[in-house]
Structures are given as structure tokens and as C-alpha cells.
């Protein structure tokens, strides 16, 4: 019984180990792009609980209701009216924006640096597989 027990407690240590790798190695990839296209950096929105579950809360409550353009409108209002915004979920550094630089960047001019990631991807293909909000390039 302790050999399992010890040989869980390594695969979890590997993993959480594995997981910090492509993290750091996520950022320092981003942050050199950052540097490289001359970004400032986006104001952060802060949570209240853990991981962001009181965003993803709000979020929910207001997909549902909705209203949720109108939720990152306010959040925009909160933060002295940035138009580009982050928010930590789970984790990870996600980026609100409505700035219209950043939008013509991102479907027009820079289209090839930007693609929705595996998260997205992977929650959309079995609702709207093919369809433009789960595809990425030429698919797109």
C-alpha cells in the first residue's frame, strides 16, 4: 500500500511539476511577443475568490441573463475605462479587449499571431465544429 501511495504522490509531483514547465514556458514566450510588438500591459482586473471563480460566476450569471457585454462594459468603467483589460482564470492571464486596434490586429492585420488555443477549441468543436468560432486560419 505505500508503494502506491508513494508512487501517486510522484505522478501528481511530475505533473504539477510538468504543468509549471509549459506555464513559464507560455509566458516568457508571450512576453517576448509583448516586447516584440511594443505592448503595454493590460490592466488587471482583480478577483475576489480564488482562481477567478467569482468572475467566471458573474459570468455565467450574466451569459445566461444575457447580459454579458454589458458585464465586461462595467468591468471596463471599473478600471478607468481600459479598453484592454486582463483576468486571472484558473491560472492563466486571459485578455478582454474591445480597444479597435486590437481587434483590427487580431482579425485582420496580425491574424496569423493569434488563434483561439486548445481550451476554446476543444469546448466548441462538439457544439459548432466547423464554424468560425472554433476554427482558427484558413479554416476560419
Known sequence: MAVVT?????AIAILLFLRLL???RSRRYHAANA???GCQEPVILVNSLPLGFDFMYRLFKRSRAGTAP???LEDSE???RAYTYGVRLVGELELVT???ANIKAMLS?????????????G???PLIDGGIFASDGSAW
Open 6 to 10: 508513494y508512487s501517486l504522490y510522484s
Open 22 to 24: 509549459v506555464v513559464l
Open 35 to 37: 516586447t516584440r510588438l
Open 70 to 72: 454589458e458585464m465586461f
Open 78 to 80: 471599473r478600471l478607468a
Open 98 to 100: 474591445a480597444d479597435p
Open 109 to 121: 492585420t496580425q491574424f496569423q499571431d493569434f488563434s483561439l488555443g486548445p481550451t476554446r477549441k
Open 123 to 125: 469546448a466548441l468543436r
